[in-house]
C-alpha cells in the first residue's frame, strides 16, 4: 500500500487521523473498528478515509508500521544519545512520556498487539518484519555500553544481562496492563511509574551511585 498520499498531508490533519484510528484499533480492536467513528473523531469525510489508506486493513497496517518505525527510532537515538544502559532506558521512557501528550493512544496501541489482553495480538505475526527490527534495534541498545559505572565486585556483563531481562519483563507487564486499561491515561501514568521505579532499584542493586547514568 502507498501512503504517500496521506504522508503529503499537513502535519496538525495528519496527527489528527491517527490519533483517531489509534484510539478507534486500540478500543474495538481491527475486527470491529469502525471507520465511521474515524472520520468523526478526526474531522475527516469517509471517502477521504479510504483514499488515503484504501480500506480498514491498510489504515491498521499504516498504524502497525508506523508505531513500530517510531518506536525502533526511539532506542537507535537513546543509544545514539547514551552510553549507559540505564540511561538509556531512562531516555527512552522520556521519549514514551513526551510523544504521550502528543499520541496518547500509541502505547495502548503497541499494547493492543504485544498484551496478553490485546484486541489485535492475533495481527502481531503479520508483522514479522517489524517485530525483527525491534528485537535487532533492542540488541543494538546493549551493544557498545560503558560499564564504568558498575563497582569492581560487579561482573558488567552479568549486571547488563540483568538489567535485560528484568526490563523486558517489565515492558511486558506494562503491556499486558495496558492491553487491558486501555487508552486510560492512568493506566499509561502508572505504568511509566513502575518502570521508573523498577530502574531505580536496578541502579541501587548495580551501580556506584543513585544516577542514572550507568
Given at each position: ?6 504522508e503529503?498531508?499537513a502535519?496538525?490533519k ?13 478500543l474495538?480492536?481491527?475486527?470491529k ?7 468523526k ?24 508500521l ?7 527510532g526511539?532506542m537507535?537515538?537513546?543509544?545514539e544519545?547514551?552510553?549507559g ?5 531512562e ?8 510523544n504521550?501528550?502528543?499520541?496518547p ?10 498484551g ?8 502481531i505475526?503479520?508483522?514479522a518484519?517489524?517485530k ?7 540488541n543494538?541498545?546493549y ?61 541501587r542493586?548495580h551501580c556506584?551511585t543513585?544516577?542514572?547514568a550507568?
Amino acid at each position: 500500500m502507498d501512503y504517500s498520499k496521506f504522508e503529503k498531508l499537513a502535519p496538525e490533519k495528519r496527527q489528527r487521523i491517527i490519533n483517531a484510528a489509534l484510539y478507534e484499533f486500540t478500543l474495538y480492536g481491527e475486527a470491529k473498528a469502525s471507520s465511521n467513528r474515524i472520520v468523526k473523531c478526526a474531522g475527516i469525510g469517509k471517502g477521504m478515509l479510504f483514499y488515503y489508506f484504501g480500506n480498514m486493513e491498510g489504515a491498521f497496517r499504516y498504524l502497525a508500521l508506523y508505531t513500530h518505525a517510531k518506536l525502533s527510532g526511539w532506542m537507535t537515538e537513546t543509544a545514539e544519545r547514551h552510553a549507559g544502559v540505564l540511561a538509556r532506558w531512562e531516555s527512552l521512557l522520556d521519549f514514551a512520556e513526551e510523544n504521550h501528550a502528543e499520541e496518547p493512544a500509541l502505547a495502548a496501541f503497541l499494547a493492543s498487539m504485544y498484551g496478553r489482553a490485546g484486541k489485535n495480538a492475533a495481527r502481531i505475526a503479520d508483522y514479522a518484519g517489524e517485530k525483527a527490527l525491534l528485537h535487532a534495534n533492542l540488541n543494538a541498545f546493549y551493544q557498545q555500553v560503558d560499564t564504568g559505572c558498575f563497582p569492581a565486585d560487579v561482573d558488567a556483563s552479568l549486571g547488563i544481562k540483568c538489567i535485560r531481562h528484568v526490563m523486558l519483563a517489565s515492558v511486558r507487564e506494562a503491556f499486558d496492563a495496558l492491553s487491558e486499561t486501555g487508552v486510560e491515561p492512568a493506566g499509561f501514568l502508572t505504568a511509566m511509574e513502575q518502570l521508573r521505579e523498577m530502574l531505580a532499584a536496578l541502579c541501587r542493586l548495580h551501580c556506584k551511585t543513585e544516577a542514572l547514568a550507568c
